[in-house]
């Protein structure tokens, strides 16, 4: 019987093979069409969509399918279809895709941005170090209290 079902399995689950992996950041979706691309040239493609992409060093990526989640350690040399091969073809997923409730789940591709413990950029040091005296005022603020006011 488990031999029977390691068998259909795969034929079953082929329509959810056949989904394209989708990019998740920040609550935007998007359908990557290219599965050959590296994640470092997918990030490269969202940079001017999302700005905070310009440092390679400052994200990093995991690919979440369905209840499998694989963080990417060389984002410059793995590519987004191997990774989505490499969990489809798992036992684990297998597994878990006959007790999961959502039968089609996403792949998504999520990158994360990784704060770093570093000094303050150049450009912002450079606002705080350009402080002036300030100018002596000619008058003085002065408060008149109005007898007889009782608000609003």
């Known amino acids: 019987m488990e031999r ?6 795969p034929k079953v689950a082929e329509p959810i093979f056949a989904q394209l992996p989708v990019f998740s950041y920040n609550g935007s979706e998007a359908p990557i069409e290219d599965t050959e691309q590296t994640f470092d040239e997918l990030r490269l493609s969202k940079l001017t969509d999302f700005p905070e992409f310009d ?3 400052s994200l990093s990526w995991k690919v979440v399918y369905g209840k499998i989640v694989s963080e990417i350690v060389l984002p410059k040399k793995t590519k987004i279809g191997q990774i989505k091969r490499e ?10 895709l006959k007790k999961a409730t959502d039968k ?4 998504l591709v999520k990158p994360q941005s990784v704060c770093r413990k570093r000094e303050m950029p150049v450009h912002i040091r450079a606002l705080f170090c350009i402080c002036r005296r300030p100018r002596p005022r000619l008058k003085t603020i002065t408060f008149i209290p109005r007898a007889g006011w009782k608000g609003l």
């Not at 029977?4 to 399995?9: C, F």
């Not at 089609?104 to 792949?107: D, G, S």
């Open 87 to 96: 969990i489809e073809t798992s036992k684990e997923f297998i597994n878990a």
């Open 104 to 107: 089609h789940p996403k792949c």
């Open 4 to 9: 029977q079902e390691e068998k259909t399995a």
């Open 55 to 57: 440092e390679a060093q």
